[in-house]
């Protein structure tokens, strides 16, 4: 055969070339398409092609629908019959009250007082929002109302029913979930819903928390009240001992001296002094005439002469004794220093006795009477229905709450399957 010429032969290459370009964009649209294909979601319940990879998405399927059982349908109609006929009835009973001053006590000289007041009112009642939740309070509920045996019912469900052998510790976690406390920071009202399974237990313990409520907001302040009583005696005693010494002492200086009143002795010794002084002025005057007509040596001068004389020397001793002229006796005006300076400490000592009787005498009565109290303005009731449990809206909690898990679960098993299955 005679080889063809390279001019025929050179069409013939150049047809090729759009055919092997044909060839591979079909090859790279074929990939795109499975890849596409492997990309997108799989009806479960339609199945596609046969064998293993059937098998497996009818169980996927029928895995599914087990789990929607188990996990939703399964607790919602146990929760529903419980919920609906099981569930013991529960009573609640609501009260308020605040913590309110003895309006008879002592007013205060000083406004921070007050305040001091009304803060320790406020702390008393932070005091009570914890105190009714306390293991306190439940024990002495459970000496006065028998409470393991209020909750403890044989017609009470079994989910519901305290278990009377149980700890104190126990049934405090136990009363706390049949108790909600709230105080209101504005106003400082506290409020107490209370829930039991008949309307006279919810009454019964209502009340009950309110007595005992009450008496630990007077226990609180009664140390206080006590060591306040006992100050208050121990001064009285101190001050009443100190007005004895000062009376004594009083008496010890008016018995050394002679002298019962300092004040009307003065009075008399300078009306003796100014009565000799008109005496002496006018027996000088009647000298100083008798001189103009009588000798000097004349015994009636004499006389006079020594009168003068006499009178000055008494009124030179009298002044000398209320002053300190005189060395000899104590000075007047020393002993009327003394005697105030002792009338003024005996003064001082009875004043101060009388405020101590007075600040006995108040902390007595204070001790004695209610100083603190609850003024409870909205007292609990019989109740009439029995609000709790709220079954509907439990029942709505465990719909939401099966359903969230359900899908969580069917959500991550299809992230799983894809995964393996790519």
Same mark, same amino acid.
């Not at 092609?49 to 098998?55: E, N």
């Given at each position: 055969?005679?080889?063809?010429?390279?001019?025929?032969?050179?069409?013939?290459?150049?047809?090729?070339?759009?055919?092997?370009?044909s060839r591979a964009a079909l090859i790279s649209q074929s990939l795109k398409t499975v890849a596409r294909r492997a990309r997108t979601p799989r009806n479960i319940w339609v199945a596609v092609g046969a064998g293993p990879q059937r098998r497996w998405q009818h169980i996927f399927a029928w895995a599914i629908l087990a789990s929607f059982g188990l996990v939703v349908l399964l607790p919602n109609?146990?929760?529903?019959?419980?919920?609906?006929?099981?569930?013991?009835?529960?009573?609640?009973?609501?009260?308020?009250?605040? /913590?309110?001053?003895?309006? #008879?006590?002592?007013?205060?000289? !000083?406004?921070?007082?007050?305040?001091?007041?009304?803060?320790?009112?406020?702390?008393? #009642?932070?005091?009570?929002?914890?105190?009714?939740?306390?293991?306190?309070?439940?024990?002495?509920?459970?000496? &006065?109302? =028998?409470?393991?045996?209020?909750? #403890?019912?044989?017609?009470?469900?079994?989910?519901?029913?305290?278990?009377?052998?149980?700890? =104190?510790?126990?049934?405090?976690?136990?009363?706390?979930?049949?108790?909600?406390?709230?105080?209101?920071?504005?106003?400082?009202?506290?409020?107490?819903?209370?829930?039991?399974?008949?309307?006279?237990?919810?009454?019964?313990?209502?009340?009950?928390?309110?007595?005992?409520?009450?008496?630990?907001? =007077?226990?609180?302040?009664?140390?206080?009240?006590?060591?306040?009583?006992?100050?208050?005696?121990?001064? !009285?005693?101190?001050?009443?001992?100190?007005?004895?010494?000062?009376?004594?002492?009083?008496?010890?200086?008016?018995?050394?001296?002679?002298?019962?009143?300092?004040?009307?002795?003065?009075?008399?010794?300078?009306?003796?002094?100014?009565?000799?002084?008109?005496?002496?002025?006018?027996?000088?005057?009647?000298?100083?005439?008798?001189?103009?007509?009588?000798?000097?040596?004349?015994?009636?001068?004499?006389?006079?002469?020594?009168?003068?004389?006499?009178?000055?020397?008494?009124?030179?001793?009298?002044?000398?004794?209320? &002053?300190?002229?005189?060395? &000899?006796?104590?000075?007047?005006?020393?002993?009327?220093?003394?005697?105030?300076?002792?009338?003024?400490?005996?003064?001082?000592?009875?004043?101060?006795? /009388?405020?101590?009787?007075?600040?006995?005498?108040?902390?007595?009565?204070?001790?004695?009477?209610?100083?603190?109290?609850?003024?409870?303005?909205?007292?609990?009731?019989?109740?009439?229905?029995?609000?709790?449990?709220?079954?509907?809206? !439990?029942?709505?909690?465990?719909?939401?709450? &099966?359903? !969230?898990?359900?899908?969580?679960?069917?959500?991550?098993?299809?992230?799983?399957?894809?995964?393996?299955?790519?």
């Amino acid at each position: 055969m005679s080889p063809l010429p390279v001019e025929q032969a050179q069409p013939q290459t150049l047809d090729q070339e759009p055919l092997v370009g044909s060839r591979a964009a079909l090859i790279s649209q074929s990939l795109k398409t499975v890849a596409r294909r492997a990309r997108t979601p799989r009806n479960i319940w339609v199945a596609v092609g046969a064998g293993p990879q059937r098998r497996w998405q009818h169980i996927f399927a029928w895995a599914i629908l087990a789990s929607f059982g188990l996990v939703v349908l399964l607790p919602n109609l146990v929760a529903g019959i419980y919920l609906g006929f099981f569930a013991s009835n529960q009573y609640a009973s609501e009260f308020r009250f605040a /913590v309110r001053a003895s309006q #008879s006590s002592s007013p205060d000289s !000083l406004g921070g007082l007050s305040s001091l007041r009304t803060m320790q009112q406020v702390q008393d #009642s932070l005091i009570l929002t914890d105190y009714i939740e306390s293991r306190s309070l439940v024990e002495a509920l459970d000496r &006065t109302l =028998n409470l393991r045996q209020m909750f #403890s019912r044989d017609r009470i469900d079994l989910f519901s029913r305290f278990n009377s052998n149980d700890t =104190n510790e126990e049934l405090m976690y136990y009363w706390r979930n049949h108790v909600s406390v709230h105080i209101d920071s504005m106003s400082g009202v506290i409020t107490v819903v209370l829930r039991a399974f008949t309307p006279q237990d919810s009454l019964a313990i209502s009340n009950q928390v309110i007595t005992l409520s009450e008496g630990l907001v =007077n226990d609180l302040s009664e140390r206080v009240r006590r060591d306040a009583l006992r100050q208050a005696e121990v001064e !009285l005693a101190r001050t009443n001992e100190n007005r004895r010494e000062k009376s004594l002492a009083m008496r010890d200086a008016r018995n050394s001296e002679g002298m019962l009143d300092s004040s009307k002795a003065t009075d008399v010794i300078t009306q003796m002094v100014g009565d000799l002084r008109l005496d002496l002025i006018r027996l000088q005057q009647e000298y100083s005439a008798q001189r103009r007509t009588i000798l000097p040596s004349s015994p009636q001068l004499r006389v006079m002469e020594a009168r003068i004389d006499s009178m000055k020397e008494q009124i030179r001793r009298l002044e000398a004794q209320m &002053t300190a002229g005189d060395k &000899t006796t104590s000075a007047l005006s020393d002993i009327i220093n003394r005697f105030e300076r002792q009338a003024l400490d005996k003064d001082i000592a009875e004043k101060q006795y /009388v405020a101590a009787a007075t600040a006995f005498e108040r902390a007595r009565l204070d001790l004695e009477s209610q100083q603190v109290y609850l003024a409870t303005f909205l007292k609990p009731v019989l109740a009439q229905e029995a609000l709790y449990p709220r079954r509907i809206w !439990l029942w709505s909690i465990v719909t939401v709450i &099966t359903l !969230l898990a359900w899908g969580a679960g069917v959500g991550i098993a299809s992230l799983i399957r894809n995964h393996v299955a790519v």
